[in-house]
């Protein structure tokens, strides 16, 4: 039976194999993910129900998935990422998922129209409260 020491990797294949072995450890990184809470308002009040959403503002240089949260009975939020508590750092577009019913405008549902763009800090709890007109 053949042993691993009679047929060594030539030396160019192993130069490049352990570069690309680690680039592939590297890509299946899940990104840090850090806390992210606070309240909706619409025209001073505290909106009860919706979704928020953040979208990564790529115009700034922050990718990846979106994060979001479900709006509670005193406006209330906190944000979670493909089903993890928390949202990577960086520059976010914030948009709103409500019923029409809540008369909220049309923008607050277009990430790019809103208005409304936060930027989450890593290393602490980041509190956003987000204001409607």
Known sequence: MLGVEEYPLPRSLSIWLAPLIVFII???RVAVLVEVKGRVYHRGDALPTGTIVFAPDTERGTRGPLAYGQVGPNGEFEL???GKMGC???RYKVTLAISRAYRVPDRYRDPDLS???VEVRAGVVNHCDIRLD
């Open 26 to 28: 590297g890509c299946e």
């Open 80 to 82: 979670s990422t493909q």
């Open 88 to 90: 990577p750092p960086g």
């Open 115 to 117: 208005g409304q763009r």
